[in-house]
T-cell receptor, first 114, second 113 residues
């Protein structure tokens, strides 16, 4: 079965600094990969996804993630964060065959301070 | 466009009382539906999923149950709540065919006292 590891439970950064949120997965077969963001007391919103093709995927608000098959990673990056990026970020994986469930990591809380 | 609704938004219930949380999806047909629970400071735990009317799969044995009486309606229930049932409950849907990209509702905050 597949699994997802987000080693950092909390990442504090200053506004306009770069940030990387780490995600590693375990699977013996090909997967789809997702990053979700959750603002306080809200549901999860899809931030970006890797399905196939280019290993670098981008979101509309400046985040990007790179699929690295050899390292089984899908780290999330942003070159310059804003206060409004403060939220919980979840990495998720599913197998790419038929009906599959999403397996989520435990989440990383990004805290952006002025 | 598709939208997903959950109600109520917040709920405070005494231990031993019943529970009914509702989730409805608009703008799509034959969705796969999911119930998750998010405990304070923890990740998401998949509770139930459904691939069609009346078809429910349980992921974790507990005192909760789920039902899908209509194509786009998913209900989470309990006959007697426990303190440990407190948490943030999220409903999600995904297309019947596709990449299992899930779309989440706004959630219900349940506090059991």
């Amino acid at each position: 079965a597949q699994s997802v590891t987000q080693l950092d439970s909390q990442v504090p950064v200053f506004e306009e600094a770069p940030v990387e949120l780490r995600c590693n997965y375990s699977s013996s077969v090909s997967v789809y990969l997702f990053w979700y963001v959750q603002y306080p007391n809200q549901g999860l919103q899809l931030l970006l996804k890797y399905l196939s093709g280019s290993t670098l995927v981008e979101s509309i608000n400046g985040f990007e993630a790179e699929f690295n098959k050899s390292q089984t990673s899908f780290h999330l990056r942003k070159p310059s964060v804003h206060i409004s990026d403060t939220a919980e970020y979840f990495c998720a994986v599913s197998l790419n065959t038929g009906f599959q469930k999403l397996v989520f990591g435990t989440g990383t809380r990004l805290l952006v301070s002025p | 466009s598709q939208t997903i609704h959950q109600w109520p938004a917040t709920l405070v219930q005494p231990v031993g009382s019943p529970l009914s949380l509702e989730c409805t999806v608009e703008g799509t047909s034959n969705p796969n539906l999911y119930w998750y629970r998010q405990a304070a400071g923890r990740g998401l735990q998949l509770l139930f999923y459904s691939v069609g009317i009346g078809q429910i799969s349980s992921e974790v044995p507990q005192n909760l149950s789920a039902s899908r009486p209509q194509d786009r309606q998913f209900i989470l229930s309990s006959k007697k709540l426990l303190l440990s049932d407190s948490g943030f409950y999220l409903c999600a849907w995904a297309t019947e065919k596709g990449y299992n990209e899930q779309f989440f509702g706004p959630g219900t905050r349940l506090t059991v006292l």
